[in-house]
């Protein structure tokens, strides 16, 4: 099948978006390629994400959602163990559910979204 549209990049709200753009930007080992207070994006030279602010933002939560989930990251790594440390390190938290601990880990952005790191195998 043939589509007619490429991806042009990825926006996702935040309530501080400099801040989102330095934590993935970590996560990810990309460049920030603008940053201010309204806007920041990252990208590693062929894809893009972008953060974008929104008055009264509220994080979805997890396990129990209180707001929709607006996204949901699955990020490969080869230590579970060591990318939850890094992880942790840059500013995401662990929230105590965990589905399977051994595959992969529920870990929180700095602004609460939900997104997983997982084996590659």
Same mark, same amino acid.
């Given at each position: 099948?043939?589509?007619?549209? &490429? ?5 996702? %709200? ?6 989102? #753009? ?7 080992? $990309? ?15 062929? &894809? ?11 994080? =979805?939560? $997890? ?15 080869? %230590? ?6 890094? #992880? ?6 662990? =929230? ?7 595959? $992969?880990?529920?870990?929180? %952005? =700095?602004?609460?979204?939900?997104? %997983? ?5």
């Amino acid at each position: 099948m043939s589509g007619f549209a &490429t991806l042009a990049m990825i926006n996702l %709200d935040a309530s501080d978006p400099a801040a989102q #753009a330095r934590f993935y930007a970590g996560v990810l080992g $990309w460049e920030i390629l603008h940053s201010q207070d309204d806007y920041a994006m990252i990208g590693d030279g062929s &894809t893009s994400i972008g953060f974008g602010r929104v008055p009264g933002y509220s994080a =979805p939560g $997890w396990p129990e959602e209180s707001a929709p989930k607006r996204y949901h990251f699955d990020l490969y790594v080869d %230590d579970l163990d060591q990318g939850e440390q890094q #992880a942790l390190a840059l500013g995401a938290t662990k =929230p105590d559910e965990q589905p399977t601990p051994e595959r $992969w880990r529920v870990l929180l %952005d =700095p602004e609460g979204h939900p997104f %997983d790191i997982c084996l590659k195998s």
